[in-house]
């Protein structure tokens, strides 16, 4: 009985840790995440071979979620702004499954 009341404690210990961090993340955290997304440097674009990993990090801020892949993906595929282009940031396009092109910029 000694080690299953152990395991019990144990278990409500990591849910109650669980509890705090989901509240501190989520409810008194903030409504905003920042998150990176990588601009291509239009800078770069004259040289002979455009070397794609010459990128830029710019910061957007994306509703707070549980899935910040999904909302950072969402972030990058809304282009550059037209801030950041003005600076030489540009986005690359987007090929949709059915083979239709989209400019993101």
Known sequence: ???NKKLFTIIIAVFAILAVWFLIRFVVGGSEDTVKI?????RFAGE???DCSRTTAVERQVPKTLAV???ALEALLRGATQEEID???VSNEAISDSGQRYYLN
Do not use: E, I, T, V
């Open 69 to 71: 892949a999904k909302a």
């Open 38 to 42: 990588f601009l291509s440097d239009s």
């Open 48 to 50: 002979p071979y455009f």
């Open 1 to 3: 009985m000694g080690r």
């Open 87 to 89: 600076k030489g940031f």
